[in-house]
């Protein structure tokens, strides 16, 4: 094992060792305050990235969660901003004190696909009424590409987008007080500078997976019919999905 591999454990773990000539290095009051100020980072960073879980659990249970977090799963790069994505939610999820909020992970999911939609490079997205004048052959065989902002997620056991809307700090002021509680979809879209939050149905959440896996429009439909015999929200699921700029305006070069 290299020497910064061994650091870096030493960092993690106040236990773990260095081989001799750095055994002492550990017990130096300089490395507890390294160690000290890494923790603080990576906490931070996590409490950054998650609001909405943070505001839900309160500060003080989720710096602890965080903590016991990074220690498990330090940050394999220098840049934080992506920070726990990969796991961190189901990794709260699975703390015994998390049991009486089973969405807890669906809403660290929507942190970070918030974040990801903020960051995500900007396109010009198809206008609502750019298939209207399309023929019903040409539409079927068009081939629509998501845009590069759109997140979308379908939640059937919880209303997790509900929750999540009402926690996140960008959303909170613009959520319901109150919802039903059922399954539900959303869709986070920028079309200018700022996300945009939109509920959608899962026919509409089913037919942007479709999209995203390149299949034609009408392709994506079927698809979707095959998954939901009574799906005849699919209509008024386009149109929800063009409304809310969920679609890349087709480019030269693109398949057709």
Known sequence: MSFQSLFARAVRDPAATLPPPWAALPAH???????????????DALEANFPA????????????????????????????HAYGDEDFGVFVQSL??????????????LDGAFRASEGAEGAAALPADGLGAMPPERLAAQRLAPH??????????????????????????????????????????RPQL?????????????????CAQG??????????????????DLPAALATLLAA????????????
């Open 215 to 232: 299949l034609p429009l009408g392709a994506a439909a079927e698809r979707v019919l095959s998954l939901r015999a009574q799906a005849n």
């Open 53 to 80: 879980v943070a505001r839900l659990v309160g500060r003080e249970w989720f710096r602890s969660a965080a903590a016991l977090y990074a220690r498990a799963h330090p940050p394999r790069t220098a840049w934080l």
């Open 148 to 189: 590069p902002t759109a997140r979308w997620a379908w939640f059937e056991a919880h209303p997790a987008a509900s929750i999540w809307r009402r926690n996140h700090p960008a959303t909170a002021g613009s959520a319901p007080a109150e919802w039903d509680w059922q399954a539900e979809g959303l869709l986070l879209t």
């Open 245 to 256: 700029g969920a679609f890349r305006s087709p480019q030269p070069g693109d398949p057709t």
């Open 194 to 210: 700022k996300v945009q939050c939109t509920r959608v149905s899962r026919s509409a959440c089913l037919l942007l997976d479709g």
């Open 29 to 43: 009051p300089a490395f507890a305050v390294y160690r000290n100020t890494v923790a603080c980072a990576c906490i």
């Open 96 to 109: 015994p004190s998390a049991a009486p909020l089973p969405w807890l992970a669906d809403v660290a999911s």
